[in-house]
């Protein structure tokens, strides 16, 4: 199961100063430190659109890291992923600086409403001109939890179950609500909306009720662009029937390429055609114009990782407290409320045993995904090798040092990959989800389960069939 298709890059980065490697905030030419200033972010956002990216992909997470010795105090010594701020708010101001780039948003729908929540989400769509995604997470930190006032947080399959609530309900206020047409803004005739053309909306959910109208009119693309970041198996499966994009981990090619096959097929279950997900696996890139220069600036990035504050950050994602194991023995599974493949991917599907403290490194071993240092010409060459084994569509490209390895991946690996023919030279036109599917329209396809939604649906949500059906 392969295509032919156009790379496509996201760059990852996260609303604190600290992101995938903690301590990194730390170098001397590192701009993270001003997470909190509207300048980063535009000058993030000039970058990544220079380089014709996709999107940029804004991780978040909803707490504290504390698993790690049962405090947090190595996550805010060293920065990791904390302290962080709200990263909607940054959006409609890197869109004001851009034309092009999309800006895929992670949002917690946990500690959320459906019915305020898709008004915040129709609004940045209505601000960014059709460049918004949504990435869908139910969280995992029970710090988060605790603080909204629950005793822990949801247990990991329970999470995707008010997920599939949560996504029915807001389904129906962005496709459902208001009609096509329905807004005239007919100055002459004085009307603004045809009332006969709104209409409320009923959800009787288990997790979630809504009786309302929805309080935007319809944004360009109506539904957001769907991004997701579960690879468990139930993750894979929700990833399956909603994700437009997923974003997946793996450090090695059978690990990512399992992973990968393993959500295309389920995506054909649900009755939609496998290539209709754009697979983004995250990838640590160290480029520089020769190989030599490539690894000097490796040795440079890595003796800013903060050891603590990296277990801090593994021992949030898995949920073992890694400061209770020696660093020089093995990781072992265990089942946690954590992100279980994160877990799956350091044990069980590791083709050797991963030692505690090589896991704090920048290094492959450390990076829990593709980790590619080299010239120009050796970083395209890995990149399309990943491609091609494991039948990925790009990366979603982990900041290091902000902004210098990004503006490096643009000035010299995006020329690479031009003049291999694999990469875009110019920005199509439209919204985001045009871009992304091209022929495609702004909105979501009839394959799509949100479809089932839409008034006068003739089809039901989907709900799997056999393979191949």
Known sequence: MSRKRELR????????????????????????????????????AQTAERGLLDGIFIADVFGIYDVYGGTPDAALLSAAQTPHIDPTLVVPVMAQATKHIGFGVTANLTYEHPYQFAR??????????????????????????????????RAHDARYEAAEDFLAAVYKLWESSWEDGAVHRDRAARVFTDPARVHRIHHDGPYYQVDGIHLAEPSPQRTPVLY?????????????????????NGQTRPILAESVRAIRQAAQSFGRDPYDIRMFPGATVIVAPTRAEALDRLADYAQYVHTAGQLALLSGWTGV????????????????????????????RSAEPLKVKD?????????????????????????????????????????LVSHETLAAFVDLVVPELQDRGVYKTAYAEGPLRQKLFPGRGPTLPATHPAAGFRRGATVAPAEPVAAGA
């Open 321 to 348: 407290d890694l400061s209770k194991v020696d660093p020089d023995d093995a990781i072992s599974y265990v089942k946690s409320n954590a992100i279980q493949s994160t877990l799956e991917n350091l044990t069980l």
């Open 228 to 248: 997701q970041a579960g690879a468990s198996d139930r993750g894979r499966l929700f990833a399956a029937k909603h994700s437009e994009g997923i974003f997946l």
């Open 359 to 399: 896991l704090a490194t920048l290094s492959a071993i450390g990076t829990r995904a593709p980790f590619i240092v080299g010239s120009p010409s050796e970083v395209a060459d890995e990149i399309l090798s990943w491609v091609e084994d494991t039948d990925i569509d790009g990366f979603n490209l982990n900041r």
């Open 9 to 44: 890059f996201n760059a990852f980065n996260m609303a604190a100063p600290g992101h995938t490697w903690a301590g990194l905030w730390a170098h001397p030419r590192d701009k993270a430190i001003d997470y909190n200033s509207l300048d980063y972010w535009i000058e993030l």
């Open 120 to 153: 915040r989400f129709s609004t940045l769509d209505h601000l960014t001109g059709g460049r918004v995604g949504w990435n869908i997470v139910t969280g995992y930190l029970d710090s988060g939890a605790k603080g909204m006032g629950h005793v822990a947080n």
